[in-house]
C-alpha cells in the first residue's frame, strides 16, 4: 500500500502543479482563450478526484470535486476572485496530502531542506540496497541513449560508406573494431535503461480494485471485478497513461454501464454485474479490453448529449464515438464519480498522446466493451526500412509476418484493387507509392511485405528493402493533423526523416488506384 501511495503522492503533486499554472493563465488570460485552458484544467481535477477515490481518500476526493463545481461556474466577471478560491482549494488539497503522506509513512514527501533530501536517500540506499529516482530523471536518461542510438546509426552509415575494397587499412580496422564494441556496450546500457523503465501491469489491478468496490458502494450496485492476463512487463510511461484510461473507463462501466440489483432483475438478469478486465500482448502491442454486462450505451441519449455541446451527428460519424467528446455525458447531474463529461474525454486524449487508440462497441441491454492498445514502448523499436517512389518508409519488425519478392503471376486485380497470391490464399496489396500520392499506377515489381494488425493481412508493395533498423521513434507535430497510415516518424543514420507507417491504419487504406490526381483518392494519407 506505501508503493501504492507513493506513485498517487507523485501524481497528484504534478497535476496539483498544472492546475495551479492553469488557474494562474485562466486569470491573466481573455475569456475568449479560456475554454483549452478549462478543459485541461476540468480533466486534471477530474483524474486527480477519481485516484483519490481509487486510494481512499475520502477527504481529498471531496477537494478536488468542490473544485470541480467551482471551476464550472467561472465566469469573466467573477473570475479573479473565483481563480483565488481554487488556488485555496489547490493548497488546501496540498496541506492534505503531505499530512496523508506522513500518515503513510512514505518517502514521497518533499523534505524541508536539501540536506535532509541527502540524508533520506542515503538512509534509503543504506536500507535497500538503492536510491530512488524520479521518474523525470529517467525519462531523461532514455532520450539521452535515444540520441546516442542515432549517433550510432550515423557513425554505422559513415564506416559502411568508407569500406572500400582494397582500402582497408590497420587504422580502419581498428575504428570498425572499436564501433562494434561501442556498438555492444550501447545496446547493453539500452537494455538496462529500458529494463528500469519496465513494470507489470498487473500492478494496477488491485487499485482498479478498490476503485470498483468503492463506486459499487456509493451507487447501491453489486459489481464483481474480474481479471485476465497483466504478466507483461510494460513501460512505466505506458502504465501511467492507461492507469488514468483504465480509471476513468472502469468508473465509466460501474456508474454508466450497470444497473442497479433491481433495474437488473427487471431486464432479466443476475442481480449481480460484472466488470472484466483482459489484457494481452498482440503483435507488438498492449491490447486492454474493459468490458461490463450493463444496459450498453444509450445511443438517443448521447446524440441528444452531444447536441446541447453543439456537436451534430452527420452520415458519416460513429455515434458512439460521441462519448469520447468533451462535455458530452448520459449521467443526470453530477456526484463525487462521474457526471461532467470529461472521464472517457481524458482517456482518449491520454491514449493517443502516446500512439494508442481506444475504440468502442456496444449492444442494447448486453452491456458495452472499451479496447485500448498502445505501443510497448514509446521511443526506441526495430523497423524494416522499405524504398517506393524514392521515398523510405518504416514498418515496425512486430507487425511483419515476411517479405516476398513480386511475382506478376500471382498477382491479380478484384474490383479495380490488387491481390497477391499468398500462401495459398489472396491477399490484399496496397502500394505505396499510390497510397501516399506519388505514383497513379500500381507497379508490377518490387517487394511485397506481408503484415498483420487486428487479424487482418495485408501487402504493402515497394521497389525494394533496404534493411533493418533499430529506429527512435518520434511523434509528429500536431499541426500537421493524423495523416492516415503514418504513426510518426524517425531520423536515419544519414539525417534523412522516414515516415514509420501505422500498421492498423494501412490496413484502412483505399487500396484503388486514383482516377484522376493522386491526391484525389479519399483514402491516400497525406505526409
Not at 166 to 171: F, Y
Request: hydrophobic share 45%; glycine share 10%; net charge negative.
Amino acid at each position: 500500500m506505501k508503493e501504492l501511495f507513493d506513485e498517487f503522492a507523485l501524481d497528484a503533486r504534478e497535476r496539483l502543479d498544472a492546475v495551479q499554472g492553469l488557474l494562474l493563465d485562466i486569470v491573466d488570460a481573455s475569456a475568449a482563450s479560456w475554454p483549452p485552458l478549462l478543459a485541461r484544467a476540468r480533466r486534471e481535477l477530474h483524474t486527480l478526484k477519481g485516484n483519490a477515490g481509487m486510494m481512499g481518500l475520502s477527504e481529498l476526493q471531496a477537494l478536488a470535486h468542490e473544485a470541480e463545481s467551482l471551476l464550472e461556474g467561472l465566469a469573466p466577471a467573477s473570475a479573479a476572485p473565483c481563480a483565488e478560491a481554487l488556488l485555496g482549494i489547490v493548497d488546501r488539497f496540498r496541506h492534505h496530502l503531505e499530512a496523508a503522506a506522513l500518515g503513510a509513512g512514505t518517502d514521497a514527501t518533499p523534505p524541508p531542506s536539501a540536506g535532509a533530501a541527502e540524508s533520506a536517500d542515503a538512509a534509503s540506499a543504506r536500507k535497500h540496497g538503492g536510491v530512488r529516482v524520479s521518474f523525470s530523471s529517467l525519462d531523461e536518461l532514455v532520450g539521452l541513449v535515444a540520441e546516442t542510438v542515432i549517433a550510432r546509426n550515423r557513425l554505422a552509415e559513415c564506416l559502411a560508406s568508407a569500406d572500400l575494397p582494397g582500402d582497408r587499412g590497420p587504422a580502419q580496422t581498428a575504428v570498425t573494431e572499436a564501433y562494434r564494441a561501442l556498438a555492444k556496450t550501447l545496446g547493453l546500457v539500452q537494455e538496462q535503461v529500458f529494463a528500469l523503465r519496465m513494470v507489470p501491469l498487473r500492478t494496477l489491478f488491485e487499485q482498479l480494485r478498490r476503485l470498483v468496490h468503492e463506486e459499487a458502494r456509493r451507487t447501491d450496485k453489486r459489481v464483481r471485478w474480474e481479471v485476465r492476463g497483466g504478466e507483461a512487463p510494460v513501460d512505466k510511461a505506458l502504465l501511467e497513461v492507461a492507469a488514468e484510461a483504465l480509471g476513468h473507463l472502469v468508473r465509466n462501466a460501474v456508474i454508466h454501464g450497470i444497473e442497479t440489483p433491481a433495474a437488473r432483475l427487471a431486464a432479466g438478469k443476475g442481480p449481480e454485474g460484472r466488470v472484466a478486465l483482459t489484457a494481452a500482448v498482440r503483435e507488438g502491442e498492449l491490447r486492454i479490453d474493459i468490458e461490463d454486462d450493463g444496459a450498453g450505451m444509450a445511443q438517443e441519449a448521447l446524440v441528444a448529449a452531444a447536441a446541447v455541446r453543439g456537436h451534430r451527428l452527420t452520415a458519416r460519424d460513429d455515434v458512439l464515438s460521441l462519448a469520447f467528446l468533451p462535455g458530452v455525458s448520459t449521467h443526470g447531474g453530477t456526484d463525487m464519480g462521474a457526471g461532467r463529461g470529461v472521464g472517457l474525454s481524458a482517456a482518449r486524449v491520454g491514449v493517443e498522446r502516446v500512439g494508442g487508440r481506444i475504440a468502442v462497441a456496444s449492444a442494447a441491454g448486453q452491456g458495452c466493451r472499451f479496447s485500448l492498445q498502445l505501443p510497448l514502448s514509446v521511443s526506441i523499436t526495430d523497423a524494416l526500412l522499405v524504398r517506393a517512389d524514392g521515398e523510405e518508409y518504416a514498418i515496425p519488425l512486430g507487425a511483419i509476418v515476411e517479405s516476398i519478392r513480386f511475382e506478376p503471376r500471382n498477382d491479380h486485380e478484384i474490383n479495380h484493387a490488387g491481390a497477391h497470391r499468398w500462401r495459398g490464399r489472396l491477399i490484399s496489396l496496397l502500394d505505396l507509392g499510390v497510397a501516399f500520392g506519388l505514383r497513379k499506377q500500381r507497379r508490377d515489381s518490387g517487394f511485397v511485405v506481408v503484415v498483420r494488425a487486428d487479424g487482418k493481412v495485408r501487402g504493402l508493395v515497394g521497389d525494394d528493402l533496404t534493411g533493418i533498423r533499430e529506429i527512435v521513434v518520434t511523434a509528429l507535430d500536431p499541426i500537421t493533423g493524423p495523416p492516415r497510415g503514418v504513426s510518426g516518424a524517425t531520423i536515419l543514420g544519414d539525417g534523412r526523416v522516414v515516415l514509420i507507417l501505422d500498421p492498423r491504419g494501412v490496413m484502412a487504406l483505399r487500396p484503388f488506384v486514383p482516377s484522376a490526381a493522386p491526391d484525389a483518392d479519399p483514402g491516400a494519407a497525406s505526409a
